[in-house]
Structure formats: structure tokens, C-alpha cells
């Protein structure tokens, strides 16, 4: 009975032994919530992310132990609706379903052909009628040829030798001599911000400029010039240009361009205080001179790249004046 007894107690600690290692070696050494990425830390089985049993479902062994652990998860995961996502077929009429989406305007779509509201105005210049240009280009070729054979040797000469600084004093006095004039047409256009300028400039460069010789008030206290003449002054109240005409020496001009400066050549005051006509005319061709040393290669680039010199300055001419008056 007890040789009875201990085999029974072997054969009894055989099966434990026996279902011990079944259950040792069937089920993993680690539990599934131990085997998920690391940085995703799990401490029980009921905190295992949706996003990975949806993702790595089919690493799920299938004992009941762990479906149990991860089916109340995944039953969480609401179901999609594909009729709801489905496109519809080739062929199907669109009208009055709702499969696809309308179209929202982009707010950011803009017209191509929307005016820009930070664009310049846009200047609107006449056209100037050129009915005399037989004489005109007549009187072009004089003056081009004076230009060219005198005036231009002896400015580029006079440029050579003269410094620029001496140059640009020179300049300033004789524009100081149109502060009447510029003053006079700021008024009659009613343009009281430029009319002050005038006389605070002209004050401010006699008195502390050496007599008009340096631009104090601009280089200092930065006043602006003031480009206006009698021949705007009539423009800006509705006086047509007239016709298109080139004066000897002078150059291009227009009939009201011409008794504006009539009436400025009587407002300069060097019209009143030079001591004769040779004077006059001395200081006048000097001013000339002065003048065109600033403008050499100007003059020279707009020749070289014009197919017709006389229609190309007449345009330039023309347009200039008409910007002036406009502003």
C-alpha cells in the first residue's frame, strides 16, 4: 500500500510538472503590454493605445488570455461609414448629391486684372502738333552744329579743367536769379507749400550760402528745389502748348513755352542790373556752358540711341514739360 502511495505522489508530481512546463513554454516570457515600442510606457493592460492595436493588430497572439486584454479596445474603435466616404461611379449623375464636397472660393485667389491700389496715377500727355517741322528741323541742324562743334569742345574742356564743386556754385547762383519767376508761377497756380519754399531757400542760401553760392537749405535743412516757371503757370490754368518750335540756341520750345519765357527773362533780376547787352550776353553763354558740362553724356546717349535725333528730343521735350505741369 505505501510502494502504492508513493508511486501515485510520483506520478501526481510528474503531471504538475508536466502541465507546468506546457504552461511555461505556450504563453510568451512577457506579457503583450511589455513588448510595445519603449518610449510608449504601459503599465497595465488597459493602457494600451488605440492607435497601436488598430496599427499592430497581427501581432496579437489569438489565446483567449489576450483577447480578452485587447478586445474591450479595440471595440472602442468607432467603425468607418464607407457609404458615407464612397465616391461615386463613372458615369453617375453629381446633381443633388452630396458624395462630393462644393468647392470653396479661395480667398487668396486674386483677380490678375485687379487695379493695384499702390500703382502710380498714370500721367496723360497730350500729343504737340508740329506743323512748322520743315523749319524746325532747319534750325535743329544749326544748333546741333553749334553743339556740336562748340559748345560740346569747349564744355568738356571747361569740365576738365574746372572743379565740379566750383562748377555746381556757379549753377546755384544763377538759379537764385529765377527765385521771382519760380516764386511768381507757385503763386498764380495757387501752390502756397512751394511758394514758401521759394522764399525760405532763396533767404536761407544768401545769407548763409555766401551769397547764393551754396545749397545750404537742401544740403542742410533739406528744403527742395522748386522747378516751376511763368510757361507752367499758364499750363496748370488750361493754356494749350501750341504748336511745336525749335529757337536758334535755345532749343526746343512751344509758342506758350516761348511767352513764358518772355515773361521770365523780365522777372530775372540780372534782366534789370546788367551793366549792357555784351554783359548780358556773356553771362548768359557762360551760364550755357556751365549748365551743359552736367548734361555731356546725357546728351550723347539719348543722339547714339535714336533713330531720328530731332523726333526722339522733340519727344522728350514734350513729355517733361507736360510732367511739370501735372505736378
Known amino acids: 500500500m505505501l510502494k502504492l502511495t508513493l508511486k501515485s505522489g510520483s506520478l501526481i508530481r510528474v503531471g504538475f510538472f508536466l502541465i507546468f512546463s506546457v504552461i511555461f513554454f505556450t504563453f510568451p516570457a512577457n506579457p503583450l503590454w511589455a513588448q510595445l515600442d519603449p518610449d510608449d510606457a504601459i503599465n497595465s493592460p488597459d493602457e494600451i493605445p488605440v492607435y497601436w492595436t488598430v496599427v499592430h493588430h497581427e501581432t496579437v497572439m489569438v489565446e483567449d488570455i489576450v483577447v480578452s486584454q485587447v478586445a474591450p479596445v479595440l471595440q472602442s474603435v468607432p467603425a468607418l461609414d464607407i457609404e458615407e466616404t464612397a465616391l461615386p461611379l463613372e458615369g453617375q449623375d453629381l446633381e443633388g448629391s452630396d458624395a462630393l464636397p462644393e468647392e470653396s472660393a479661395d480667398p487668396f485667389d486674386d483677380d490678375p486684372f485687379e487695379e493695384d491700389p499702390f500703382a502710380a496715377e498714370e500721367v496723360v500727355i497730350p500729343s504737340i502738333a508740329d506743323p512748322f517741322q520743315g523749319f524746325n528741323r532747319a534750325v535743329y541742324g544749326v544748333n546741333d552744329g553749334i553743339y556740336e562743334y562748340f559748345m560740346r569742345p569747349v564744355a568738356e574742356t571747361y569740365r576738365g579743367v574746372v572743379n565740379e564743386d566750383f562748377r555746381m556754385a556757379i549753377r546755384n547762383i544763377f538759379n537764385n536769379a529765377l527765385i521771382p519767376t519760380k516764386f511768381l508761377s507757385s503763386l498764380v497756380q495757387g501752390k502756397w507749400d512751394k511758394a514758401g519754399r521759394v522764399i525760405s531757400r532763396g533767404l536761407i542760401n544768401i545769407i548763409f550760402g555766401v551769397g547764393g553760392a551754396l545749397d545750404v537749405a537742401g544740403q542742410e535743412y533739406g528744403i527742395e528745389d522748386v522747378d516751376e516757371d511763368f510757361a507752367q503757370a499758364l499750363g496748370f490754368h488750361g493754356i494749350p ?26 522777372l530775372n533780376p540780372l534782366f534789370f542790373f546788367s551793366p549792357g547787352f555784351w554783359e548780358s550776353a556773356a553771362m548768359t553763354g557762360g551760364n550755357m556752358i556751365n549748365g551743359v558740362t552736367f548734361y555731356i553724356d546725357d546728351i550723347k546717349a539719348l543722339k547714339e540711341g535714336a533713330i531720328d535725333p530731332y523726333e526722339s528730343i522733340q519727344d522728350f521735350y514734350h513729355q517733361r514739360r507736360e510732367i511739370l505741369i501735372q505736378n
Request: proline content about 12%; charged content about 10%; overall charge positive.
Open 241 to 266: 502748348s501750341g504748336p511745336y518750335i525749335v529757337l536758334p540756341l535755345l532749343g526746343p520750345s512751344s509758342v506758350r513755352h516761348t511767352v513764358g519765357r518772355a515773361v521770365d527773362m523780365v
